[in-house]
């Protein structure tokens, strides 16, 4: 079965860091380009960083400078390494798998920082 499975969110301190996890299975990965994207309550889901197929990566102002997107083409994952935490950096976080017009995303991870 294609999917994308989130782990590593949880409770943390405002200042505080979380290191979260995308396993892709079932696919080529490192033909996709991959992203995380987050959604808080009653708000849209937004853009938080994506990383190409090459390796290019793009970050939402709000994160730059705090939020690290990497990518293992050898262990089909993704990580976003998330320091200096907000309590506005609460929401559940989603990764997404992009090829085209053809595009995947997990059931998402919830984050919470509490001040």
């Known amino acids: 079965q294609v999917q994308l499975v989130e782990s590593g969110g949880g409770l943390v301190q405002a200042g505080g860091s979380l290191r979260l996890s995308c396993a892709a299975s079932?696919?080529?990965?490192?033909?996709?380009?991959m992203g995380w994207y987050r959604q808080a309550p009653g708000k849209q889901r937004e853009l938080v960083a994506t990383?190409?197929?090459?390796?290019?990566?793009n970050y939402a102002d709000s994160v730059r400078g705090r939020f690290t997107i990497s990518r293992d083409n050898a262990k089909n994952t993704v990580d976003l390494q998330m320091n200096s935490l907000k309590p506005e950096d609460t929401a559940v976080y989603y990764c997404?798998?992009?090829?085209?017009?053809?595009?995947?995303w997990g059931q998402g991870t919830q984050v919470t920082v509490s001040s």
């Open positions: 079932r696919i080529t990965f490192s033909i996709y380009d």
């Open positions: 990383i190409t197929r090459g390796g290019s990566r």
């Open positions: 997404n798998a992009v090829l085209g017009g053809f595009q995947l």
